[in-house]
């Protein structure tokens, strides 16, 4: 029965069964692109299901830039598919290594082609309906494309969709936001600027002065206490990283619209004052926008093992770590003003055990990129996008291993899982100083600075 809030959907035609593999990615951030490209070559067949028409993620729907470095030593920890989705852009020549920023478009191509090199087949403009059950298995998942409803069946599922949307339908438990409140970190709408005279800018401590006037005379309305900016891959054009929206729910249909607005009033806000009030901006003009608002956080799923605040600092190791974080806490104040950015000692990791991406409440399913099972402050650390890729990369690895063997991954041995990551390049060995992990790039990047993502 209807009620005045509510409607019935009626009963449902017969839904094509459109495909059926051993493993599906469902989202093709970071998370879904190391996961589609690990799964396929183990030898599943996997599809990759993808709401937007490209993959990416964060990194290109988000206009998210640069890659945050998650180094050790200065080299990337991430040596698996990350660091090769970097080397294809560079072949492309969206970027160059081993500087961080890269081409968002570019970093389309690169991941597309990674993923269907290895095997994968990929499903664009499919959105997640929901999943079908049968007991505490997924059956299929329905997604939604132009055609309709379709339905795709796999052995093994991979949620990747950044917000845990199939586990959290697939009817797993998990935590939204900081423990005291529910509160998430703000989104962003990241933007970027061109025909900047970049020899002409001041110094960001002259540029936080006037931003902190135009604050307090009431030109600016954003929340944020700095200027975030960051050089791009051009000459002549510089990634801003630096509105906020604050209380908005990345899951909630009618709160996302309306942050996406209130992103774009931020924009437009800066705009004016950097082309007004800051010098090389006189000409500046608006260059691009991510095709969404950036999301930090929504759901985090409750797993087999849970990684705390207090586990980083004691810089946690495991025997079946599947993925190593040096990057700090950085937690953008999901109440207003504020950053906190809380390092590991200098030389120092922590680990992130199998169990984190093996949901409870679903048998044959993993969760990879940032939506695993950590607390909010551990989130704020793995969530940026190199160790995104290595945590979906590890899920792929699993999935492929217990479709092929008829396995729930919670049966899988997490360190098998570990070792086929080294074999295939991932830093997860110990080596002796100066040495240098397989897989690794030999370039260094002594200068990466953490400036907060
Ligand atoms: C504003 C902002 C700034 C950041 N700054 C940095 C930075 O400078 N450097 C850095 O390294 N990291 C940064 N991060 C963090 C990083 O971008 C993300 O945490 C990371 O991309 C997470 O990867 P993911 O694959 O888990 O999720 P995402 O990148 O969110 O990818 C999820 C994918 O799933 C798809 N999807 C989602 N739901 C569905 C559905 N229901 N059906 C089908 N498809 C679906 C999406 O379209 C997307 O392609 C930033 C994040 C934000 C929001």
């Not at 093709?28 to 067949?45: F, I, M, T, Y």
């Not at 890659?67 to 698996?80: A, E, F, R, T, V």
Request: proline fraction near 6%; hydrophobic fraction near 40%; charged fraction near 25%.
């Amino acid at each position: 029965m209807s009620s005045p809030r509510t409607v019935t959907r009626p009963a449902q035609a017969e839904i094509p069964v459109l495909h059926d593999v051993d493993v599906i990615v469902m989202g093709g951030g970071p998370g879904g692109v190391g996961a589609a490209v690990a799964a396929a070559r183990s030898g599943a067949k996997t599809l990759l299901i993808e709401r937007y028409g490209f993959l990416g993620g964060m990194a290109t729907a988000g206009h998210v830039n640069p890659w945050m470095p998650n180094h050790l030593d200065g080299k990337p920890l991430d040596s698996g598919v990350f660091m090769e989705w970097c080397r294809r852009i560079e072949a492309l020549g969206g970027m160059k290594l081993p500087a961080r920023a890269f081409c968002p478009e570019t970093a389309k191509l690169a991941a597309e082609q990674l993923c269907l090199e290895a095997g994968a087949k990929i499903l664009y403009h499919a959105m997640l309906d929901r999943p079908l059950m049968n007991g505490d298995k997924i059956d299929c998942v329905l997604a939604l494309g132009k055609s309709g409803l379709g339905a795709h069946r796999a052995k093994v599922y991979v949620d990747t969709s950044g917000d845990a949307d199939l586990a959290a339908r697939a009817g797993c438990p998990f935590e939204f936001g900081r423990a005291e409140d529910g509160a998430v970190q703000p989104m962003t709408s990241n933007f970027d600027l061109a025909n900047v005279e970049i020899a002409r800018m001041p110094d960001r401590k002259i540029i936080q002065e006037k931003y902190d006037r135009a604050r307090a005379e009431g030109r600016i309305q954003c929340p944020r206490e700095n200027v975030l900016y960051f050089k791009t891959v051009e000459e002549d054009r510089i990634h801003f990283n630096t509105t906020r929206i604050v209380g908005a729910k990345g899951t909630d249909t009618l709160s996302f619209s309306e942050a996406e607005i209130e992103g774009r009033r931020q924009i437009a806000q800066f705009i004016k004052f950097l082309r007004e009030e800051i010098s090389g901006f006189e000409n500046a003009r608006l260059h691009s926008m991510g095709t969404q608002i950036g999301v930090r956080e929504t759901r985090r799923v409750k797993g087999h093992a849970y990684l705390t605040r207090a586990d980083y600092e004691r810089c946690a190791k495991f025997p079946d770590s599947v993925c190593r974080v040096t990057y700090p806490i950085d937690i953008h104040n999901p109440s207003g003003t504020g950053t906190e950015i809380t390092h590991l000692p200098q030389g120092e990791w922590y680990e992130i055990p199998y169990g984190c991406i093996v949901p409870q409440g679903c048998s044959n399913l993993l969760v990879g990129g940032r939506p695993i099972s950590v607390d909010h402050a551990v989130h704020s650390s793995m969530r940026v996008m190199p160790p995104a890729c290595t945590l979906g990369q590890a899920c792929g690895t699993a999935a492929a291993l217990c479709a092929e063997r008829g396995l729930n991954p919670i049966q899988l041995d997490g360190k098998e899982v570990k070792q086929k990551l080294i074999e295939q390049g991932v830093w997860l060995v110990d080596v002796p100083a100066g040495g240098s992990p397989a897989g690794s790039t030999e370039r260094r990047d002594r200068t990466a600075k953490v400036l907060s993502a």
